[in-house]
């Protein structure tokens, strides 16, 4: 069993940055691919990043590429999502989510095993 607790959401003006974390409990969260989604009210959980479990693979969706960035430290048992030139439409709580299978970049939310409860992410116009 994989505990996952996300932190440093808040809010932000437009442009503005903010680093989010994920910090997983147990002795296997480096063997895990981890990946970031996001909800915003009224629409689906949507993927933001995902990365394999030695952060050599990464993928981000394309609305977000160059603005954030995903990456991990397997030591610390976190995974982060540092988000950039941020905009309104990036509004949503923002979660994180591990899949067993670590070498891959799980883009489906049925592709991954365990959840974290989210942090709120607001950018004001």
């Given at each position: 069993?994989v505990q996952?607790?996300?932190?440093?959401?808040?809010l932000?003006?437009a442009?503005?940055s903010?680093?989010?974390?994920?910090?997983a409990?147990?002795r296997?969260?480096?063997t895990?691919a981890?990946?970031?989604?996001?909800?915003?009210?009224?629409?689906?959980?949507e993927?933001?990043?995902?990365?394999?479990?030695?952060?050599?693979?990464?993928y981000?969706?394309?609305?977000?590429?160059?603005?954030?960035?995903?990456?991990?430290d397997?030591?610390?048992?976190?995974?982060?999502?540092?988000?950039?030139?941020?905009?309104?439409?990036?509004?949503a709580?923002?979660?994180?989510a591990a899949?067993?299978?670590?070498?891959?970049?799980?883009?489906?939310t049925?592709?991954?095993?365990?959840?974290?409860q989210?942090?709120?992410?607001t950018?004001?116009?």
């Amino acid at each position: 069993q994989v505990q996952l607790v996300e932190s440093g959401g808040g809010l932000v003006q437009a442009g503005g940055s903010l680093s989010l974390s994920c910090a997983a409990s147990g002795r296997t969260f480096s063997t895990y691919a981890m990946g970031w989604f996001r909800h915003a009210p009224g629409k689906e959980r949507e993927f933001v990043a995902a990365i394999t479990w030695s952060g050599g693979v990464t993928y981000i969706r394309d609305s977000v590429k160059g603005r954030f960035t995903i990456s991990r430290d397997n030591a610390k048992n976190t995974v982060y999502l540092q988000m950039n030139s941020l905009k309104p439409e990036d509004t949503a709580v923002y979660l994180c989510a591990a899949t067993v299978d670590g070498g891959v970049v799980p883009r489906r939310t049925y592709e991954y095993d365990y959840w974290g409860q989210g942090t709120q992410v607001t950018v004001s116009s």
